[in-house]
């Protein structure tokens, strides 16, 4: 798994955002990010696109642990609970798999454990494998 952390490394986006992967494994995937002031909106709340990246990152990283290009379809988030200091976590797991498709729940929490928000996607795995084979 160690191919797909050093992928998704080249995520500048993500990058940007500060968001760091932690664990990777077969359809699953935990990573963090630091919230920082650019991180806040004019509520000095974190914005909700730096959640949804967060999550939309650990979704991503999980949906490619199969070995072909998974690309996202689809998409939501629920916010649960404004945030505006400390760290926030995405654990990504896989809850179903075919061939083609696949659905994912990633639930993003802040220091103490406690639901921000919960974000469910679903991935089109296509031919291409991801070491560009």
Do not use: C
Not at 13 to 23: K, S, T, V
Not at 72 to 82: F, G, L, P
Not at 100 to 128: H, L, S
């Amino acid at each position: 798994m160690e191919h797909i952390k050093e992928l998704f490394k080249k995520d500048k986006f993500a990058e940007h955002a500060g968001i760091e992967i932690l664990e990777v494994s077969g359809g699953r995937s935990r990573v963090k990010m630091d919230i920082k002031d650019h991180h806040l909106n004019g509520l000095k709340t974190v914005h909700g696109g730096a959640i949804f990246t967060l999550a939309d990152l650990a979704f991503a990283v999980a949906a490619n642990t199969h070995g072909n290009v998974a690309v996202a379809i689809n998409a939501n988030i629920s916010y649960m609970k404004a945030i505006s200091e400390g760290t926030l976590y995405a654990e990504a797991e896989e809850i179903s798999i075919n061939p083609k498709i696949a659905t994912y729940t990633v639930n993003i929490t802040d220091d103490n454990g406690d639901i921000i928000a919960i974000f469910q996607g679903m991935a089109y795995r296509k031919k291409n494998k991801v070491n560009g084979n």
